[in-house]
């Protein structure tokens, strides 16, 4: 995990949205690792900058996700249903580790 590249954390300010993907080209993972005390929601951004769920990871956990170059992944808190969006990851052209920070 620690030999992979690290993706860029965007945090979001309240209200903020994170852009659409632009998926293009082959897939490969991206491992998510969450380094905050709660759990957290992982989203991917759609073209038309709509959501949709892919997982919850809980603190300390590691999540590896099948994605594309462009995509777009969301980071939202998970408390009774809508979470409030924490930051996104945008995904580079190879397999890379994505670490939500505390």
Same mark, same amino acid.
């Given at each position: 995990?620690?030999? $992979?590249?690290? /993706?860029?954390?965007?945090? $979001?300010?309240?209200?903020?949205?994170?852009?659409?993907?632009?998926?293009?080209?082959?897939?490969?993972?991206?491992?998510?690792?969450?380094?905050?005390?709660?759990?957290?929601? /992982? /989203?991917?951004?759609?073209?038309? #900058?709509?959501?949709?769920?892919?997982?919850? !990871?809980?603190?300390?956990?590691?999540?590896?996700?099948?994605?594309?170059?462009?995509?777009?992944? $969301? !980071?939202?808190?998970?408390?009774?249903?809508?979470?409030?969006? $924490?930051?996104?990851?945008? %995904? #580079?052209?190879?397999?890379?580790?994505? %670490? !939500?920070?505390?």
């Amino acid at each position: 995990l620690d030999s $992979l590249p690290a /993706l860029q954390w965007k945090p $979001l300010a309240q209200g903020a949205k994170a852009p659409p993907s632009k998926p293009d080209g082959g897939s490969f993972d991206v491992a998510f690792v969450n380094r905050r005390k709660g759990k957290v929601q /992982l /989203l991917w951004m759609d073209r038309a #900058g709509g959501t949709k769920p892919y997982a919850v !990871i809980a603190p300390g956990d590691l999540c590896r996700q099948r994605t594309r170059p462009g995509a777009v992944w $969301l !980071i939202a808190e998970v408390e009774s249903g809508a979470g409030r969006s $924490l930051g996104y990851f945008e %995904v #580079g052209d190879r397999s890379a580790r994505a %670490v !939500i920070p505390e």
